[in-house]
């Protein structure tokens, strides 16, 4: 098994910038695939970003692609995602996931373990 934490969010005026961090434990991610998810009140969760585990290919929802950029340091066996330019569509609690089946998924229920959560405001 492994566990996640999520840390880095916060409250940003649009435009501005924050990283969020997914630190593993128990497992290293790297036998996982790995995905960013967040959930707006109200609103179901919903695909943000993955890594693949065989490749190391990312791939974007359409909203984030060009100013969110996932990346993981093996060493400390956590990932990142970098959001720039953000705007007030972003404000979700985001989660970090770990999926260790076969096939890479954009679909939150085939993911096997999950973080708490990590607030991000967006505020103009």
């Known amino acids: 098994q492994v566990q996640l934490v999520e840390s880095g969010g916060g409250s940003v005026q649009a435009g501005g910038s924050l990283r969020l961090s997914c630190a593993a434990s128990?497992?290293?991610?790297?036998?996982?695939?790995m995905g960013w998810f967040r959930q707006a009140p109200g609103k179901e969760r919903e695909f943000v970003a993955t890594?693949?585990?065989?490749?190391?290919?990312?791939s974007y929802t359409d909203s984030v692609k060009g100013r969110f950029a996932i990346s993981v340091d093996n060493a400390k066996n956590t990932m990142y995602l970098q959001m720039n330019s953000l705007v007030l569509g972003d404000t979700a609690v985001y989660y970090c996931a770990a999926d260790g089946s076969v096939t890479l998924s954009r679909t939150p229920r085939y993911y096997d373990y999950w973080g708490q959560g990590t607030q991000v405001t967006v505020s103009s």
């Open positions: 890594r693949s585990r065989i490749t190391g290919d990312t």
């Open positions: 128990g497992r290293t991610i790297s036998v996982y695939h």
